[in-house]
């Protein structure tokens, strides 16, 4: 749910579930891009300012070709 929402853009969603528990913030899909990955690429601000306070995210995780 928490990538779909990024996908999206979904600012809303984002907010949400990084109020939740249990949400896995840098889980990969098969190309390795995590949620911080997909928020900086789609370059959603808002996305990105939902997403900055979550302490769980790895900003520091790559994707599998190191391209975004």
Do not use: H, M
């Not at 999206?8 to 390795?32: H, K, P, S, Y």
């Not at 990955?37 to 939902?50: D, W």
């Amino acid at each position: 749910a928490a990538i779909r929402a990024v996908v999206n853009g979904d600012v809303e969603c984002v907010r949400a579930l990084a109020e939740a528990q249990g949400i896995d913030w840098n889980i990969a899909r098969q190309t390795g891009n995590t949620i911080a990955i997909l928020a900086t690429r789609r370059a959603n601000v808002e996305v990105l300012k939902a997403i900055a306070n979550i302490p769980s995210i790895d900003w520091n995780i790559q994707n599998k070709e190191y391209i975004f």
